[in-house]
């Protein structure tokens, strides 16, 4: 699944691209793509066709694009939310490129190629919708409704050691579970999450209400670091269900020091002369890759 650095270099693409272009005309392929629009396809239709794409912003996993138009019209305060899902992708495409399997929605933009926004989904838990802007603690000022839910992400100012640290202490539960809650700070997922806390030292099941305000900020220290080299590495592709706006893969999968390692050697181990090969656990239907050395096992600790 696409996460924050994934969802962040999407974000740039479409500015890069589409930001100040108009929608010349919108069309739907496959309307289970705006099952979370509930005014239907013709509205979503009449609202994006004629709108002017502003500067697209995010939090956590979510991208959105604001909307204008020269009249007063449906389209003031409200935008473009997009959501990648498991396999959701943005593409901007020259108007003769082939139709890819999965598209679903088309955007035909205005001025110069590429002269398309597409959004394909080939499992169909992504999705578009127009919603509507409240203010917010955002470096925009504002989120779409529809993410208003979530919590600030890791990049944001607003988040800092201190909230982060009585967040965690009113929690009571395994570090792990507790990052990858989008209510507590959005845009972090298995892949992010194993590798920052590698990087600082926690083991994923160390509960929450023991840890400390030195460890807190280790760790959210470990969780910028760790964004901050995946977005300048492009993201994490493993497959093709996650690209660049134009078709190409991030590499930061080269760089993964924990997640996806087991059997092998601890980098941070070995600059010390010891030889401790990472592990994998079991963890919420999917996996944790810790190091039994750096990151010891908590004696108490239910995930």
Same mark, same amino acid.
Request: positive net charge.
């Given at each position: 699944?696409?996460?924050?650095?994934?969802?962040?270099?999407?974000?740039?693409?479409?500015?890069?691209?589409?930001?100040?272009?108009?929608?010349?005309?919108?069309?739907?392929?496959?309307?289970?793509?705006?099952? =979370?629009?509930?005014?239907?396809?013709?509205?979503?239709?009449?609202?994006?066709?004629?709108?002017?794409?502003?500067?697209?912003? =995010?939090?956590?996993?979510?991208?959105?694009?604001?909307?204008?138009?020269?009249?007063?019209?449906?389209?003031?305060?409200?935008?473009?939310?997009?959501?990648?899902?498991?396999?959701?992708?943005?593409?901007?495409?020259?108007?003769?490129?082939?139709?890819?399997?999965?598209?679903?929605?088309?955007?035909?933009?205005?001025?110069?190629?590429?002269?398309?926004?597409?959004?394909?989904?080939? =499992?169909?838990? +992504?999705?578009?919708?127009?919603?509507?802007?409240?203010?917010?603690?955002?470096?925009?000022?504002?989120?779409?409704?529809?993410?208003?839910?979530? +919590?600030?992400?890791?990049?944001?100012?607003?988040?800092?050691?201190?909230?982060?640290?009585?967040?965690?202490?009113?929690?009571?539960?395994?570090?792990?579970?507790?990052?990858?809650?989008?209510?507590?700070?959005?845009?972090?997922?298995?892949?992010?999450?194993?590798?920052?806390?590698?990087?600082?030292?926690?083991?994923?099941?160390?509960?929450?209400?023991?840890?400390?305000?030195?460890?807190?900020?280790?760790?959210?220290?470990?969780?910028?670091?760790?964004?901050?080299?995946?977005?300048?590495?492009?993201?994490?592709?493993?497959?093709?269900?996650?690209?660049?706006?134009? +078709?190409?893969?991030?590499?930061?999968?080269?760089?993964?020091?924990?997640?996806?390692?087991?059997?092998?050697?601890?980098?941070?181990?070995?600059?010390?002369?010891?030889?401790?090969?990472?592990?994998?656990?079991?963890?919420?239907?999917?996996?944790?890759?810790?190091?039994?050395?750096?990151?010891?096992?908590?004696?108490?600790?239910?995930?």
């Amino acid at each position: 699944m696409p996460e924050l650095p994934e969802v962040e270099v999407v974000r740039r693409g479409v500015e890069t691209w589409a930001a100040g272009r108009t929608v010349l005309g919108t069309e739907v392929h496959d309307p289970r793509s705006l099952r =979370r629009h509930a005014e239907g396809t013709e509205q979503f239709i009449s609202t994006l066709t004629g709108a002017q794409l502003g500067t697209p912003q =995010r939090r956590g996993k979510f991208l959105w694009i604001p909307l204008s138009s020269p009249e007063a019209d449906q389209r003031a305060g409200a935008a473009l939310l997009i959501h990648l899902g498991m396999s959701g992708q943005v593409l901007i495409e020259d108007s003769e490129a082939p139709r890819e399997k999965h598209l679903k929605i088309t955007l035909r933009l205005s001025a110069q190629e590429p002269a398309q926004l597409r959004f394909v989904d080939q =499992r169909i838990f +992504g999705g578009m919708q127009i919603s509507a802007l409240v203010p917010a603690e955002h470096p925009s000022g504002a989120v779409p409704e529809g993410a208003a839910h979530i +919590g600030p992400d890791p990049l944001e100012p607003a988040v800092t050691a201190e909230q982060l640290f009585r967040a965690l202490r009113r929690r009571r539960s395994g570090l792990k579970r507790a990052l990858l809650d989008q209510q507590l700070l959005s845009g972090v997922g298995n892949i992010y999450a194993d590798e920052a806390l590698w990087l600082s030292g926690l083991h994923f099941a160390r509960r929450t209400e023991t840890i400390t305000r030195a460890e807190t900020a280790r760790l959210l220290s470990a969780v910028s670091e760790v964004m901050e080299a995946a977005l300048a590495a492009g993201g994490t592709s493993f497959d093709a269900l996650y690209v660049n706006v134009n +078709g190409t893969s991030g590499y930061f999968d080269r760089s993964l020091q924990c997640y996806g390692q087991e059997g092998k050697a601890c980098d941070r181990c070995a600059q010390t002369g010891a030889e401790t090969l990472i592990r994998r656990t079991p963890f919420m239907g999917r996996s944790s890759f810790w190091c039994p050395r750096c990151q010891p096992r908590p004696r108490q600790g239910r995930w």
